[in-house]
């Protein structure tokens, strides 16, 4: 299936998209390194997905967001871009849960499926996810559900805070499986992201260390007396071949 059927005809007409025929319109990527061939159909979910993202997501080209709503039906994923989030329906609704880690955070398979609607999440560095936390009050009053479970992200070409830290597409993907019991689609959604990957491998780029990983090691050089301090380190032993 060709999912750039599903696009209407119009879209195609308008002079904006005319100046940018050089970016894929599904995936969001250029179209010499369009991953769209890796989608597999899109993704049959109960819940919706509402994502809340800082404006400072729409300028990073590497972004995971249009690669989840890729994955899943149009009206199961929509995207508010801003800081303050005061009338959205879902943020205000009792049938909503926040997926933000936190001590009164509850994992996600101890959630009954079905029993929540919506699925918010934040869109943003870890710092920009904490800010927009702390100026929508409306987001406190929601239950807040986190992945306890610790896994290297797949997303290798962006440094991450530990390893443990998931793109948002992950974090989703993985949270939206466990909250409904949907054993594989995980793997499912996340497949253009690993050849997003891929790709820019091809490219040159070098699988990332985590900040934690890089402070590590120049705290190990600092020890040893070495002047000059890694200040990027990359993923020792790592195998580009086998990703």
């Known amino acids: 299936m060709d999912l750039r059927d599903e696009l209407p005809v119009f879209a195609y007409d308008s002079e904006e998209l005319r100046t940018k025929r050089s970016t894929c319109l599904i995936c969001a990527r250029p179209k010499t390194v369009c991953v769209c061939h890796a989608l597999t159909e899109k993704q049959n979910i ?60 509850v994992d996600c398979n101890e959630i ?16 920009q996810a904490r800010c927009i936390f702390w100026r929508n009050p409306e987001l406190h009053k929601l239950q807040k559900v986190m992945l306890s479970e610790k896994r290297r992200s797949v997303y290798l070409i962006h440094t991450q805070p530990t390893n443990h830290h998931l793109s948002t597409l992950e974090s989703v993907a993985r949270a939206i499986e466990l909250l409904e019991r949907n054993n594989g689609l995980e793997q499912k959604l996340i497949q253009p992201l690993k050849e997003m990957v891929r790709l820019q491998f091809r490219y040159g780029s070098l699988a990332h260390s985590t900040r934690q990983e890089a402070r590590m090691l120049r705290k190990k050089e600092i020890l040893e007396g070495k002047a000059n301090l890694t200040v990027s380190p990359k993923l020792e032993n790592f195998d580009y071949d086998t990703f």
């Open 112 to 127: 009954e499926p079905g029993r929540y609607k919506n699925l918010i999440c934040i869109d943003g560095t870890w710092p």
């Open 46 to 105: 109960q819940m919706k997905i509402v994502v809340l993202q800082h404006p400072a997501e729409q300028n990073r080209q590497l972004r995971t967001v249009p690669l989840l709503q890729a994955g899943v039906s149009d009206e199961k994923c929509v995207v508010h871009v801003g800081k303050r989030f005061k009338n959205i329906p879902e943020v205000n609704s009792l049938d909503s849960i926040l997926l933000f880690p936190g001590n009164d955070a």
